[in-house]
């Protein structure tokens, strides 16, 4: 009888949970996939053969095109160039995803058009008095554990005015841009050491430190470069300016940079390419740079030990220059942070393998790739097989420290890697990619293996991972400078042409091209899409997404208010479908408006804009976000504010007056 | 004596000690299964007795409210925000005395049905009935508070004119706007009936134990 019972109570319980889960679900059924063992279907045959397509473009479209709802294998962070900014794209589809502000205003994103929080990091970058509103970004970065991409952070630079930007994963949006006190201009960021410690920018156009002024004639005396060593805090989230460093190094015109990693883990390497130290001035009868830069036969590779440089600054050894600390050049050799290394002249790229083993130099005006070993390189140190520049830098014996060439083609730039030992470098002058085999400590293991062209005057590249520990493989993007005849006519200011390449299988393929309509693209960033995770809404209602914490003027339901203190007036002010509240703004003229803004929204994609015409404000307030204005209201009258995101059917009816009597 | 007897007339017979030795099946039956109803009442309270989903085109996961005896959770801003549209009252403001009490009501229920293992005449039927309504009484209560609010909109609510007053079923499919509402028990319910399934089969072999000591007892 105790069995009867048991059974019974059993399956009551079995009864009920099975009857609670089983419920509901009968969306709509997904269609299922094709089977093609067949063949494809003669619809798509019909459409293939309109459309002119070959085989080859089937596969290609087969292989990118990503139906709605479905979601890109990896995120794609290309650099917006001169427009100052940003953009993530998903990788096979190519699809723009956004469009991130960083150096330049940008209406839509709410960023530097009137909100406090974004015009306070946008202000860190001003050049003494001058508000800097525009930037050229060049090299983003992304940050990383044990060599690894983690999703984290996003670095980039601005090449026009050396500064470094840092953009939260977690929002996608840029949280702080630091103002190198030392270069006015720097190209060589940003790279990553393994860990995120430091980002690493080395400058270009040398000038003496700090740009103070000195005139041509005095190059050699005065005008420097550095390799800087951006500190970076990542609970913070933050640069920290005060413990970052500069080393100094002559005024060679430094390139692209790169960070070594495992087996050269602690070093730094950088290219150079005026090692003439040639002055110009083309109006004086001179050779003009292009040819007084590219006279010898070699330039310089620089190698930085940044952990003992580390060391230095930690014991005191530095500088403080205009607020940096600094590794003055005779420090830096005495304590054996800086070397020097013959590279065929005027190189572009400097990239370390997956190993961290070999650092592969791009010839650029030399039809090859110069592979560096790390062993070597050590070994020549110990050994100490160098002769001194005029800096007293040791230069390193070429032969000593080389390990192999590779001829690829014309105009080698930038080189990336894959998972099976591959490395791809773009060819500027060949427009194409070159896959070529690396050799380990066989020299006679370095052999191309084949090129691709592409539409046209390639740059960098990008594969999947393609700069970290562990590359991928899969996909390379090309970015290429010029498109001529790719796209539709546009005028005469065209789109670059950023092609995306299977690199899967025995030979590469080009199967996308994506018109860049929005910025110039140096390179990017292709990151695995599982290792980001970014927030759908801000973790609480009344957000500050700069300092990624609770808002000092949050405002709650029911909390809305205007306080008036003489001419001082603070508005506190919710938005949620469909108001803003409050709804009337009483001001007199000459009043100092501080204005504060709560989304209370917790939905996904209910962001509300706002703009008060007139007064050149533009705000996105995405769920949870609080964000601040303040304005003299200079202008006397009548003037409409409202939300500016098309947020529900009654979107229009979300509007304010505000009155300013004279 | 005459306390017991008295005592017995309201709880009715014990059962002598060698007739459970002998029959122990008998007179166990329906104590289990008393107990295990009021023990499945009380796990009930912790978990999810009813969940309603809106479906809509620009909410592919849906909106669910998702009741307990005693809270509202889900999604509830956010469908708060789109029924101040139609003039629907905050969630919150829902069944409110029912919220407050439903923890105490439900271990009292418990206790009522544990006291009925130990009445042994017809009393004890009395004693399980508020457990073995449970489930109706939730459904019904739940179904007022629907038609409660769908029937009081606010008349001055910007959607007033094309949204009229209504009913959503407490289960089932439903639509209103563009939304298609889907109501269903959850495991916590399903408990409660399955409580009250345990305390009909229970009834039955309390009946079957101690009808024939009530009947000797009577004579």
């Not at chain 2, 008998?26 to 008393?34: A, E, G, N, V």
Request: a negative charge; charged letters at 20%; aromatic letters at 10%.
């Amino acid at each position: 009888m105790r069995k009867f019972f048991t059974i019974l109570l059993l399956a009551v319980m079995v009864a009920s949970i099975t009857a609670a889960c089983g419920g509901g679900d009968d969306a709509t059924p997904t269609p299922a996939a094709l089977n093609v063992e067949g063949g494809l279907p003669a619809t798509a045959m019909e459409i293939a053969a309109a459309r002119g397509l070959t085989p080859d473009d089937i596969a290609a479209a087969l292989k990118t095109y990503t139906p709605s709802g479905k979601m890109d294998e990896y995120m794609l962070f290309l650099s917006g160039g001169h427009s100052g900014n940003v953009i993530a794209a998903g990788v096979p589809s190519m699809r723009i995803l956004k469009n991130i502000a960083v150096f330049t205003p940008e209406s839509w994103q709410g960023y530097g058009f009137g909100s406090k929080e974004t015009e306070a990091v946008l202000d860190a970058g001003n050049v003494g008095d001058v508000k800097i509103r525009m930037g050229d970004t060049h090299h983003p970065a992304l940050s990383e554990t044990d060599g690894d991409y983690d999703g984290q952070y996003l670095f980039i630079n601005d090449k026009t005015n050396a500064r470094v930007a840092v953009i939260d994963l977690r929002d996608f949006e840029t949280k702080q841009i630091v103002k190198d006190p030392l270069l006015i201009s720097a190209h060589g960021s940003t790279f990553v050491t393994p860990n995120t410690e430091y980002v690493v920018q080395g400058s270009q156009y040398n000038t003496p430190l700090g740009w103070e002024y000195a005139p041509i004639s005095e190059y050699k005396d005065k005008y420097r470069g550095t390799i800087t060593f951006w500190k970076f805090d990542r609970s913070k989230g933050r640069i920290i300016p005060e413990e970052s460093f500069a080393v100094e190094v002559p005024p060679y015109w430094q390139d692209l940079c790169d960070a070594g990693k495992r087996a050269s883990d602690g070093w730094a390497f950088c290219n150079s390419f005026n090692a003439e130290m040639y002055t110009g001035g083309v109006e004086q009868g001179n050779p003009p740079f292009e040819a007084g830069v590219s006279q010898r036969d070699t330039d310089y590779l620089h190698l930085v030990n940044w952990k003992k440089a580390e060391e230095a600054i930690n014991a005191g050894k530095f500088e403080t220059i205009k607020g940096m600390k600094v590794l003055r050049i005779p420090t830096a050799v005495a304590e054996g942070v800086l070397y020097l290394a013959p590279e065929p002249k005027s190189p572009h790229g400097v990239d370390v393998s997956p190993d961290g083993k070999y650092i592969v130099v791009a010839g650029k005006l030399d039809p090859h790739v110069t592979v560096y070993s790390i062993d070597k390189i050590q070994q020549a140190i110990d050994g100490k097989q160098w002769t001194l520049d005029e800096f007293g830098i040791p230069i390193l014996d070429f032969d000593a420290v080389m390990m192999a060439q590779v001829e690829l083609g014309l105009g080698p730039l930038h080189t990336q890697f894959d998972d099976r030992g591959y490395a791809y470098t773009s060819l500027f002058l060949d427009s194409a990619v070159a896959r070529w085999k690396l050799g380990g400590d066989d020299p006679n293991g370095y052999v191309l293996v084949e090129k691709t062209p592409v539409q046209y005057n390639i740059g960098h590249i990008a594969a999947a991972e393609g700069d970290t520990v562990n590359p991928d493989g899969k996909y390379l993007v090309a970015l290429n400078k010029w498109a001529v005849d790719r796209f539709p006519r546009v005028g005469p200011l065209l789109p670059q042409n950023i092609q995306l390449l299977d690199i899967s299988g025995d030979q590469m393929k080009v199967i996308y091209d994506m018109p860049m309509g929005i910025g110039e693209p140096h390179y990017a960033q292709m990151i695995k899409m599982d290792k980001l995770s970014p927030w759908d809404v801000y973790p609480e209602v009344g957000w500050d997404p700069i300092a990624q914490a609770p808002a000092e003027h949050a405002t709650k339901a029911g909390e809305e208010r205007i306080i008036r203190n003489g001419n001082q007036v603070e508005i506190y002010m919710t938005v949620i479908r469909s108001r803003l509240n409050p709804e009337h703004v009483e001001l007199k003229k000459g009043d100092h408006v501080a204005w504060h803004i709560t989304n209370l929204e917790t939905a996904k994609d209910a962001t509300h804009g706002f703009q008060l015409g007139g007064y050149n404000i533009s705000l996105s307030i995405e769920p949870g976000e609080t964000t601040s204005f303040e304005f003299e209201a200079v202008n006397d009258g009548t003037f409409a504010y409202f939300c500016t995101e098309f947020c529900s059917a009654l979107h229009l009816e979300m509007m304010g007056y505000m009155f300013v009597e004279p | 004596m005459t306390m017991s007897t008295d005592m017995e007339k309201l709880i009715g017979p014990r059962v002598p000690a060698d007739e459970f030795k002998e029959n122990r099946a008998r007179y166990m039956i329906p104590t289990l299964l008393f107990a295990a109803a009021a023990i499945m009442i009380v796990v009930s309270m912790f978990l999810p007795y009813w969940s309603l989903t809106l479906h809509a085109p620009q909410y592919p996961q849906g909106l669910t409210v998702v009741a307990f005896v005693n809270d509202l959770e889900g999604d509830i801003a956010e469908i708060d925000g789109l029924n101040h549209y139609i003039g629907m009252r905050p969630l919150g403001e829902a069944a409110q005395f029912e919220k407050q009490v439903s923890i105490y009501g439900i271990v009292g229920v418990s206790l009522l049905i544990l006291a009925a293992i130990f009445v042994h005449n017809r009393w004890a039927a009395l004693l399980a009935l508020p457990g073995l309504g449970l489930p109706i009484f939730f459904l019904l209560d739940l179904q007022f508070w629907l038609a409660n609010f769908g029937q009081n909109l606010d008349p001055t609510a910007p959607l007033s004119s094309s949204v009229k007053p209504f009913i959503p079923p407490a289960l089932g499919v439903g639509k209103i706007a563009q939304f298609r509402t889907e109501a269903q028990p959850e495991i916590g319910l399903w408990l409660a009936f399955g409580a009250s399934a345990l305390i009909l089969v229970g009834l039955y072999f309390h009946r079957r134990a101690y009808k024939p000591l009530v009947e000797a007892q009577q004579k």
